[in-house]
Nanobody
């Protein structure tokens, strides 16, 4: 199962930007749908954005126009560029890899994003 390591979280002021990165331990080029999820305190984990191996992208309505997901198959990485951040974006952000052959999910340990003045 692929191992995932997130980075790039931190404290940012409202209106600011952050770029999250997820490094995979093996090739993600064909089998994996890659995604970012988040979980705020007291809430369930929710999808933020997802990108297929063919480049099809889905965003949660709450982040459309503010966040951009990209993948670099050669570097085995996935990024989430976050802009116009709001306090309600505060959460632990998790990288996910869904193997379309085995139908198994892999998760990173998460990176905390705090949006506060």
């Amino acid at each position: 199962q692929v191992q995932l390591v997130e980075s790039g979280g931190g404290l940012v002021q409202p209106g600011g930007s952050l770029r999250l990165s997820c490094a995979a331990s093996e090739s993600i080029s064909t089998l994996y749908v890659m995604g970012w999820y988040r979980q705020a305190p007291g809430k369930e984990r929710e999808l933020v954005a997802r990108i297929s191996s063919g480049g099809h992208i889905i965003y949660a309505d709450s982040v459309k126009g503010r966040f951009t997901i990209t993948r670099d198959n050669a570097e085995q990485t996935v990024h989430l560029q976050m802009g116009s951040l709001k306090p309600e974006d505060t959460a632990v952000y998790y990288c996910n890899a869904y193997n379309t052959f085995s139908r198994l999910d892999s998760w990173g340990k998460g990176t905390l994003v705090t949006v506060s003045s």
